[in-house]
């Protein structure tokens, strides 16, 4: 596609949509999933409306029409190409605990870009009033410690919730221990006369999306202690006389650029899915990215009134896929099929068959299926 040199400012949308969106078109997302016939599952607990998240998360908007203020982040249906990766984000955004998304790239491959636009799509999440890391009111035995002795309930006798925006936490390359997995309020325990618990990023990425941008440059202990705790689900602080634990189970998004350093190998077996950004484009398509990002920079409002109709479909297959996740099976002959390529590839351990099969499972449930079929499997 050329664009010409007297085009105005603002491209023409119906000239760009054809050649941004070969996944995200709203019939290919959700063309191929049946209307939802299963009872729907419902719960005791209630979401009551609140202003203000204890945690520092922000509470989900009540009305569209409120004003967004600070920067404005790419869509990700508006990248040109990935769709391998914007598939992984995907499934990932769908399991939380798939076990991780690495995604290696030059400078300028959109890395950073795909993962905060993943964040856009997230749906919301219930909380508990009070609570400092996203506790999830359907599951009590995942609480942190003395939440349960906090919790509120309001006249019907139901725990008082609030929905907010699905957290999205980046780890920086010079975080302390301290500040990611949580320290001692000293000034606050100097005026209660008691020791209080300061939660870290750990705390506040629970349920949401945990970015490492150049996981390569960071600091070996703190990357060891950070897949640690992820790989456990929990966190447990024991320090200065506090003994403290919460639930940590977010999404791992890490981003590397490969000239700058290769990651240890140690880490990359830990996480699930290793992609590549560096993939060969086209003159078509880099001239559908420069004419995109300029329209962004200059009239980013129309960028997002373009996509609007597929990001919703997006997010409508998110929520719909976590649902069928919880349906779907793998047989045991399937399992078998997966350990065999683990071998035939030369894989240590059991983690990449273990991976594999969480990969594929959901992949079936983002087709709407509750049976994984060969094509997931290979896929996976």
Known sequence: MAVSPTAQHCYSLSALHSSLFPYFKPRSILSFYPKPKRVQR????????????????????????????????????????????????????????LGGIAISGKRGTAKTVMARGLHAILPP????????????????????????????????????TQIVRSPFVQIPLGVTEDRLVGSVDVEESVKTGTTVF??????????????????????????????????????????????????????LIATYNP????????????????????????????????GIATQFQECSNEVFKMVEEETEYAKTQIILAREYLKDVSISRDQLKYLVMESLR???????????????????????????????DLKKA
């Open 42 to 97: 419902r719960f005791i607990v209630r979401a009551s409306a609140t202003l203000e998240s204890s945690n520092g998360a922000i509470v989900a908007e009540e009305s569209g029409n409120s004003t967004s203020y600070g920067r404005q982040f790419f869509p990700l249906a508006a990248v040109v190409g990935q769709d391998a990766i914007k598939t992984a984000l995907l499934l990932g955004a769908i399991d939380r605990e």
């Open 198 to 251: 300061q939660p870290g990023l750990l705390a506040e990425a629970h349920r949401g999306v945990l970015y490492v941008d150049e996981i390569n440059l960071l600091d070996e202990g703190i990357s060891n202690l950070l897949l640690n705790v992820l790989t456990e689900g929990v966190n447990i602080v024991e320090r200065e006389g506090i003994s403290f634990r919460h639930p940590c189970k977010p999404l």
């Open 125 to 160: 999440i219930d909380v508990v009033v009070g609570s400092i890391a996203n506790a999830d009111p359907t599951h009590p035995e995942e609480w942190e410690d003395g939440l349960a002795e906090q919790v509120e309930y309001d006249s019907a006798g139901n725990i008082k």
């Open 259 to 290: 000239e700058e350093g290769a990651v240890r190998e140690h880490l990359l077996d830990r996480i699930a899915i290793n992609l590549s950004a560096d993939l060969p484009m086209n003159f078509e398509d880099r001239v559908a990215a420069v």
């Open 345 to 375: 590839g030369g894989c240590q351990g059991h983690r990449a068959e273990i991976y594999a099969a969480r990969v594929a499972k959901c992949l079936t449930a983002l087709e709407g299926r509750e049976k994984v079929t060969v094509d």
